[in-house]
Every structure is written in structure tokens, then in C-alpha cells.
Nanobody, 122 residues
Framework: QVQLVESGGGLVQPGGSLTLSCVLSRSFFKMFDLGWYRQPPGEQRELVARISNSGSTTYADSVKGRFTISRDDAKNTVFLQMNSLKSEDTAVYYC????????????????WGQGTQVTVSS
């Protein structure tokens, strides 16, 4: 069974930085598209950033220039470097993995991590 295990969340002050990590327990990691989603309190889950199996990246407008998604295929790991954090970045962050075309990112067919809480507050 495919599993995603996230780490790195926590409490940080506005303007601070955090790095989230997510390890995929599955072979053929290089085939997977990977993404980070977040769900603020009382709101719907939204895409933060994604990176394809070829390395191309996409970001939500709200995080462009502040967040960076990257992957280390040798370690089956995807990262989300978050800088200049704002209070509105407070959310549960979820790692997501899928192999096109049967497991599009964000779909029920893709694999989700358990989530990690990020709180930005002074």
C-alpha cells in the first residue's frame, strides 16, 4: 500500500520559514507527480504547489515567490520550503501523489498524507 508521511509542521512567527517534507513509501517514485495542498480552518482544501515527474512546477498565486517545491528522487521525498510566512498561510498541509492518467493530483484516486499543521502567529 502506498503511504505518504509528512513532517516539518509547527508554529512559526509571521515572516518566518518552515520546510515540510513528505516521504513516499513506494517504488518507481520518479513516475509520480507530487503536490502540496492545504486546508485553512473552515475552508476547502486548495492546491499550494505541484511538481511533475519531469520537474516542472506550478504554484498558487498566493504563494508565488515565497514557497518552493522540490523533489529528491533518490530519497523518495518531496519538500515544500516556505518563506515569508503570513497568518493566512495557517492551515493543515497535505502531501499528495499520483501517476497520470489514472491518478490525477488532487483526485480521490491519488494518495494523500495524513496532514501536518502549520500555524503562523505571533
Amino acid at each position: 500500500q502506498v503511504q505518504l508521511v509528512e513532517s516539518g509542521g509547527g508554529l512559526v512567527q509571521p515572516g518566518g520559514s518552515l520546510t515540510l517534507s513528505c516521504v513516499l513509501s513506494r517504488s518507481f517514485f520518479k513516475m509520480f507527480d507530487l503536490g502540496w495542498y492545504r486546508q485553512p480552518p473552515g475552508e476547502q482544501r486548495e492546491l499550494v504547489a505541484r511538481i511533475s515527474n519531469s520537474g516542472s512546477t506550478t504554484y498558487a498565486d498566493s504563494v508565488k515567490g515565497r514557497f518552493t517545491i522540490s523533489r529528491d528522487d533518490a530519497k523518495n521525498t518531496v519538500f515544500l520550503q516556505m518563506n515569508s510566512l503570513k497568518s493566512e498561510d495557517t492551515a493543515v498541509y497535505y502531501c499528495n501523489a499520483g501517476v497520470m492518467p489514472v491518478q490525477p493530483l488532487g483526485s480521490a484516486a491519488s494518495t494523500w498524507g495524513q496532514g501536518t499543521q502549520v500555524t503562523v502567529s505571533s
